[in-house]
C-alpha cells in the first residue's frame, strides 16, 4: 500500500481541529457527526481568532508558507484517494474497511483544503484587482444568493467592508436594480437601493409582509417617491391583500399615463390582490355594499390609455381594469387572469382580440378568469397561437370550459394544467380536448376528479399525449389515477395488473360507450410499447396530498404493467403521513425519491423536457 501523506505532513498553525467530521464525497459511508462543507467554513470561522490587521513582512511571509504547505498537503491527500479506490477488494469486509479509510482520507483532504482557502484570503491582493474584475466578483456573489432575503443582506454586506469595496459595490448600478420592498415604511433601505441603480432597468416587488399589511396612505407615499423612476421600471410585481392599495397603484399608472410624462419601458406588469375573493367594490358582500375608503372611482385604464410597446408578460389576479380602453394588450408573450367574476372580465370581442395580436404568446394562464362569455355554441374561427408552450386552465364550471377551447388552437403546448375541475359534466369538455395537444411533455393534475361516466373519455385524452414524461399530481384519488392503468385503444385495464388491484381501484371495464377514437397519427403509434397504456413514457412525478395507500397501490401498478416510475419528488407533508412499512414498501416500487423542489422552482427534468427542440 502507498505510504499515508499523513505520516509526512507535520503540524501546521493552520491545520484543521478534529472533531468534526464532513460527508464523504463519493464514498458510500458517511460518519455520524457529518457535517456539510458549508457548514464547517462556519465552524472553522468562529472558532479562528485571527483578527484583520495591517500585516508585517514577516507576518506576510509565515501566511505564505502556511498556505504552501496547506496546499501541498490537499493535493497529496486527494492524490492518496486515488490510490486507495484503485485497489482490488474481494470480499464484502475488506470493501466496507477500505471505504472507512477513504472516508478518512478524503474528509482530511476537504478540511484541509478549506483551511488553505480561509487563510490565503488574508493575503490575497484584493485592492490591485482591476475595478472591472472586482465588479464581476462583486456581481456573482450577490446573484448567487440562494434567497431574495439573503441577496439584499448580501449587498448591504459589501458595503461594509472596506471603502474600495464599498465604492466599487454602489458604483455598479445593475446590483441594485432588483428591488424587493421587504422593510417598514417609509422603504429607506430600498428607496436607496432604488436611487443607487440610477437609469439602470427596475425590476419591482412590493407586497405585504407576514406580520403586516401596509396602509394605502403608506402605499401612497411610495408610489409619489418611484413616481420619477417609473419611466425606466421594466418590472413591477405588486400584491396587496387590501382594495384600497391596489386601487391606488391602478390610480398611479392611470395618473402617469394621462399627464403625458416620459414614455414607459414595462416589459412585465403583475397585479394580484391577495384578499377575499368575493368582495369586490360596489357590489354587495354579505348584504353590505362594499365601496374601498377614499376611492369614488374604481375602474382605470391600464396607463390612462397610453400604449406600452416593451410590455410583453401581463398578470391580473383579482383585479380588474377598463379593458376596452388599455391598449398595451397586445403582442404578449404571457397573459395570466385570476380570480375575476366573469362580468368584470374582457368582453368576449375583447378577449379574442388580446390573442388575436399576439401570435408570440407562450403562455396563456385562466384561472376562474376568461372571456365575459358563457355561450356554448361559439361562431367565431379559432385563433391560432403556434408558439404556445404553457397553458393553464383552473376553477371553471363544466359549462364554460368547452367554450373557452373553442376560441384558440395551440397545438405546440408542451405544459399543460388542469387544476379545480371536480364534479359532474366536465365530459364534453375532455372530449374536445381528445388529440388537441399531442406535444404535452409536462401535466398538471390538482384537485380534479374523474365519475366513472367519463373515464373512457379521460382514457382517450391521456392516451392522446404520447409524449408526457413528468406529471405533477395533487389531491387526487383513485378514480382518476386509475385512467393511467388501461389501454387508451380498446379501454381495456393492462393485462398484467393483477385481481387485487384492480379491486383497489375498484376498476370498472363495462362502459355504456367506448365509441371514441383518438385521430390517427404517425405520433401515437410510434412511441407506444405492445401492450398499449396510458403514457408510455411517464416515469417523473412531483406530487403532494394524495393517500399514501393510493399512492403506494399506483406506483407499484405502473411497476406492474411495465411502465415504472424512475424518479418522483415528493412534499415532506406527504412522506410524514407514510407508515414506515408502507414507505418502504412505496420506496422499492421508485428508483428515486426525492423531497419536493422549492416554491416556483422547476426540477432538471422540467427544465430539460422544456428545452427540448
Known sequence: MASDPSTNAGPSRASPSSGTDLPSQGSSRTAPQSVTPEQYIHIRLEQDSWKPHPLSPEEIQDIRQQCSKLFTDSLRRHAYVGILKAQPVTTAEQRERLALVVHKYEVDAIKTYISYHLIFWRIFRFHDLPMEILSNIIRFVVWSAPSPQIGIRWRLHLTWV???????????PTLWNAIWFRDNPPFERSLAFVERSRTCPLDLRINDTPTRRFTDQEVCALLKALTPHLHHVRMLIILFEDWEPILSVLKWLNDYGREGLRPLTMERFEIHRTGNPYLWPGLAWRGTKFDPVDHSVSLYALFGGRHVSELKYFTMSGVYIDWVNTPSLENLTALDLRRIPLELCPSLPRFREILASSPMLTKLSLDGAGPA????????????????????????????TKSILSHFTASNVRDLTIMNFKGLGYGPFYEIMIGRFQKVKLLTLHTTTCP???????????????????????????DILQAFLFDPDTIKVHPDLPPSLRASFRIVEDFTSTDLA?????????????????????????????????????????????VPIRKTYMSQTMAINFAPPAFADMKENIDTLIPVVGFGAKTQEEEELLNEP
Open 518 to 562: 383518438v385521430p390517427p397519427t404517425e405520433a401515437l403509434e410510434s412511441v407506444r410499447p405492445k401492450p398499449h397504456i396510458v403514457s408510455p413514457r411517464l416515469n417523473v412525478l412531483e406530487v403532494q396530498m394524495i393517500p399514501p395507500d393510493v399512492f403506494g397501490e399506483f406506483v407499484l401498478a405502473r411497476k406492474l404493467c411495465g
Open 452 to 478: 366513472i361516466d367519463i373515464l373512457p373519455v379521460m382514457i382517450k385524452w391521456l392516451g392522446s399525449m404520447p409524449l408526457l414524461a413528468y406529471a405533477r399530481l395533487s389531491a387526487l384519488e383513485r
Open 162 to 172: 472596506s471603502r474600495y469595496l464599498r465604492h466599487a459595490a454602489i458604483s455598479d
Open 373 to 400: 362569455s358563457n355561450t356554448t355554441v361559439n361562431t367565431y374561427p379559432a385563433i391560432n397561437l403556434p408558439h404556445l408552450h404553457t397553458l393553464v386552465l383552473a376553477n371553471f364550471v363544466a359549462s364554460f
